[in-house]
């Protein structure tokens, strides 16, 4: 017969009122959750049906009418209802470190729009697609096959080629009495990587003696720059669907027609190397495109077809040419309008590299002032005003506001990286500040988000080696090879950007002089 246990009844009663206890103060912090909602990010109040698409479209410029807006709500993060969709602009790099490290994977999607859906051939590709199983298929290939550091050294020397190539074009530019064009030199340097790379040729025609580019490396080059405009342009029909089929600001005719611009010169270029290897007629790789072609699944088929190839390198050729050729015309603009900051330069790669031969890429981790250069273009001149959007795959909670699933969440390049609760005189082109710790190296990326260069997280830019050669290099073959200077009516350059684009109003037209050998410059 058990006897009676008083301590053991009171020991259970305690327990029963301390359940009792929990369960009250889980079942009251759970009614006042659902009574303090997060709300959304603050933002002008919105029409019906079109929300502030009135606004926007009235505005010369979208992307400066979101930051006055978020100025005049003195907010670094807000909510813009664009018909349906909530766009959500932030300029603030600790919120965007929240979206892009504790919510990376809610937000890995991307938006379905006109220009997108047709420059990637109904979402082929990698960047332009949305999250999901071809989005997972093209990034693997890009990073192991096509971006590996295998495959960034293996195409090495087709880089150095054009690196020469840039010195001898400029060379003939200044021997010849006439004035640098900096956007030219700069865009084509980057058209000639990626042609090399992928092409494995420097021109579609017969190109220049001069070493410039023809009329079709000149109108391919533009017809990249046009998708990149256009690519997540803020159109109503991207918002308001049944708009599409008026294409009020066009954007649609001026992609389709950029399109067919590429595709007159890449298609023919496909489709025959297919047929070689096809035929056995080729059977080794010499660049990216013998790459793609190459690709083998699980049972020996063809990995990629001709149409995921096609939109592939089109998006690839687009994330190749600007950033490179924007940040290197505005650190030349600066570096004239601050001339200690050329001295500098110059000193650095004179100490590094000396004066009897070419700057090459294995100089790359010792141009520490060069590399803070790029940086601070990254910063101040970012080539397009917001990152490409993120797409919410679920209701968030992100700095305690709401983020509906749909959202198209923009991080702002500019906002971000003059935050001046970030960066003490966040106008001013300061290369220093990034320079603090001389004994780390110095990298393009950002990881804490305090500018957005090749950005973070699951959709974060596989190019980081790739980029990162072709800017220091190109500056650095620049400053290097020639001296440069502004002609003689002119004292300082207006760094004012374009309406719509992020380069400045007029492309930089400097003298050049070379400064090495005459035998350097020979191709």
Not at 245 to 251: A, K, T, Y
Request: glycine share 6%.
């Amino acid at each position: 017969m058990m006897s009676y246990n008083p301590t053991f009844d009171l020991l259970s009663l305690l327990l029963l009122f301390a359940f009792m206890i929990i369960k009250s103060i889980r079942y009251h912090h759970s009614m006042n959750m659902k009574l303090r909602k997060p709300k959304l990010p603050p933002g002008p109040k919105p029409w019906p049906i079109v929300g502030n698409l009135p606004e926007m479209l009235a505005s010369k410029s979208p992307s400066e009418w979101i930051h006055k807006t978020m100025e005049e709500l003195n907010t670094e993060i807000a909510c813009i209802r664009l018909g349906n969709v909530h766009v959500i602009p932030v300029t603030c790099p600790t919120i965007a470190r929240e979206f892009l490290r504790k919510h990376d994977a809610d937000f890995a999607s991307r938006p379905l729009t006109v220009a997108s859906d047709i420059i990637s051939n109904g979402y082929l590709t990698s960047a332009l697609v949305p999250f999901g199983e071809q989005w997972r298929k093209m990034k693997k290939i890009i990073a192991n096959d096509l971006l590996s550091p295998f495959r960034h050294q293996w195409l090495q020397d087709k880089r150095n080629e054009e690196a020469d190539n840039l010195m001898f074009y400029v060379y003939n530019k200044c021997n010849n009495g006439e004035l640098v064009n900096v956007r030219i030199a700069t865009q084509h340097y980057c058209g000639n990587v990626f042609r090399k790379m992928f092409f494995n040729t420097r021109y579609f025609g017969n190109g220049m003696n001069n070493g410039g580019p023809g009329l079709e490396e000149i109108e391919h080059v533009d017809a990249a720059f046009a998708l990149l405009k256009h690519v997540y342009a803020f159109s109503a029909s991207d918002y308001i669907p049944w708009l599409g089929l008026l294409d009020l600001e066009g954007h649609k005719g001026k992609v389709n027609n950029a399109m067919k611009i590429m595709n007159k010169y890449h298609d023919c270029l496909i489709e025959e190397r297919i047929k070689q290897w096809n035929d056995g007629s080729k059977n080794v790789e010499e660049d990216l495109l013998d790459v793609m072609i190459s690709l083998k699944d699980v049972n020996n088929n063809p990995l990629l077809t001709t149409k995921e190839i096609k939109a592939q390198i089109i998006e690839l050729m687009m994330a190749m040419i600007d950033n490179p050729s924007n940040a290197v015309e505005l650190i030349l603009a600066e570096m004239l309008n601050q001339p200690d900051l050329l001295e500098k330069a110059i000193e650095e790669l004179d100490n590094i590299v000396g004066k009897d031969r070419l700057v090459q890429e294995f100089d790359i981790p010792k141009l520490k002032f060069l590399k803070a250069c790029a940086r601070e273009a990254f910063r101040l001149h970012p080539v397009t005003p917001f990152s490409v959007p993120h797409v919410s795959m679920n209701d968030t909670i992100v700095g305690n506001f709401l983020i509906p699933k749909g959202s198209h969440v923009l991080f702002g390049r500019t906002g971000v990286g003059i935050n001046p609760k970030v960066w003490t005189e966040p106008y001013k082109f300061q290369p220093e500040r990034h320079l603090k710790n001389d004994k780390s190296d110095i990298s393009l990326t950002e990881p804490n988000l305090k500018f957005i260069s090749f950005s973070a997280g699951r959709r974060g830019c596989p190019g980081v080696i790739l980029g990162t050669t072709m800017t220091i290099l190109l500056l650095a073959r620049m400053l290097h090879g020639f001296t440069w200077s502004a002609y003689p009516n002119i004292s300082k350059f207006n760094l004012a950007e374009a309406k719509g684009v992020m380069f400045l109003d007029e492309p930089l037209m400097i003298v050049a002089k070379p400064r090495l050998n005459i035998n350097l410059y020979t191709c």
